[in-house]
């Protein structure tokens, strides 16, 4: 698969805001997606998932949006909060169990 | 229940010296991968293993090997260590239902540092 690594754009917001973050996809044939969320020094932590026979997916404060049309995943949060702060990947998988990750968006909250 | 186990969690190693990293996936995942991540390349995909064989592999090179044991605990090995190797080592547990994969846990990662 692609690695599309070297760009990592930042998304700042006002506590108490939503949060959009966009991710473009690389495969049409990939059938699973997931979010996930990365803080300094930690591994990557599952926020929520969506598989292609879906366009969308809620979870608690957020939201999976899956526009396969043109390959676009974006992830809602709602009411942001400091917590939130981190930096958050969409992965997608097309074959086996193996995903290909995006750049990452890094989200600053702030107070 | 536990989740994804890596040790150790910090080594420097001098380039061409190997180094051996462990994973234990959560229990009752089968399947173990593997990733590297560097600021520069992001997240890129090693090797997953299941039922004690590899079953996939990334575009890396014969230096990066990995194994699985018959409780599905995993370890990767770098051989002749170099100091582009400096990097995250992260493993992710996972299973399998009809629908496909599910429950791709990572860890905590290695962070592992060459001098």
């Known amino acids: 698969g692609e690695s599309v690594g070297l760009h990592l754009p930042t998304l700042s917001v006002q506590e108490g805001d939503n949060s959009i973050i966009n991710c473009a996809y690389s495969?049409?044939?990939?059938?699973?997606f997931i979010w996930y969320k990365q803080e300094s020094g930690k591994g990557p932590q599952f926020i929520i998932d969506i598989r292609s026979n879906m366009d969308k997916r809620q979870g608690q404060r957020v939201t999976v949006l899956l526009n396969k049309t043109v390959k676009h995943l974006s992830l809602q949060i709602a009411a942001t909060q400091p917590g939130d702060s981190a930096v958050y990947f969409c992965a997608e998988n097309n074959a086996g169990n193996m995903l290909t990750f995006g750049g990452g968006t890094r989200l600053m909250v702030k107070p | 229940k536990a989740g994804v186990t890596q040790t150790p969690r910090y080594l420097i190693k001098t380039r061409g010296q190997q180094v051996t990293l462990s994973c234990s996936p959560i229990s009752g995942h089968r399947s173990v991968s593997w990733y590297q991540q560097t600021p520069g390349q992001g997240l890129q995909f090693l090797f997953e293993?299941?039922?004690?064989?590899?079953?996939n592999k990334g575009n890396f090179p014969g230096r990066f090997s990995g194994r699985q044991f018959s409780n599905s605990r995993s370890e990767m090995n770098v051989s002749t260590l170099e100091l582009g190797d400096s990097a995250l080592y992260l493993c992710?547990?996972?299973?399998?239902?009809?629908?496909?994969?599910?429950?791709?846990?990572f860890g905590s990662g290695t962070r592992l540092t060459v001098v």
């Open positions: 293993y299941f039922s004690e064989t590899q079953r």
């Open positions: 992710a547990s996972s299973s399998t239902s009809q629908q496909g994969i599910y429950g791709y846990t």
């Open positions: 495969n049409s044939a990939s059938d699973y």
